[in-house]
């Protein structure tokens, strides 16, 4: 079972939006406030993506078979890669007494909504799909087969983004320090003070 600790963080908008850079940004300026939820994929690493620390790197039997045996928290097929949440993922960083941070898409987001992990919901919006694309081709890590699936999965997931209720906060991610400070913001407004969480458990 997965326990209840701080309030986790997700982090959801279209792929190229920003959220691994600002993400990044965050676990290093963080580092004992905020731990990652690994997740697991199908997908095969991009260079410098290490097994274990930005993924879980699985195949599809192995995936589906764990998702049956009822080990994931929440999953979906993205890009023609199966990704998915696992509990231990999550349990891993709650017993670190961290901020869970999970950077899911938007099936995800519905599935997670339904848990009782009562996340902070943060959408990473991009100036436009042509911005889109151009930072997906900059970033250069996907076949044209494969980036033109993302960029037509964007344009759903702006509108499930845009739709109020859906996000506690929808940043747009035009200048990355304008956003990055948005997020901070937001976060200093959201998220209590991990130390508080403990002096609260110890009953001080
Ligand atoms: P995501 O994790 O949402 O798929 P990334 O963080 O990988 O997106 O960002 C996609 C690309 O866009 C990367 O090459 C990144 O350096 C670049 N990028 C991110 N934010 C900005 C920004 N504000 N302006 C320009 N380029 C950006
Ligand atoms: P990428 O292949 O670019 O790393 O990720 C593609 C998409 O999958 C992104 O939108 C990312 O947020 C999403 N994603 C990554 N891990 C998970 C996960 O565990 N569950 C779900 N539902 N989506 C995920």
Redesign the pocket.
Known sequence: MVQKGPRPLVIC?P???????LLKRLLKEFPDMFGFSVSHTTRSPRPGEKDGVHYHFTTKEKMLAAIENGEFLESATFSGNTYGTSKRAVEDVRRTGKVCVLDIEIEGVKQVKRTDLDPLLVF?MPPSISELER??R??NTDTEEALMLRLNTAKKEIEFGQQPGNFHIIIL????NK?YAELREFISQNVKDVDQDKNDEAGQ
């Open positions: 908008g792929s190229g939006s920003g959220k691994s850079t990473i930072r997906l900059g970033r991610n035009d200048n990355l956003a």
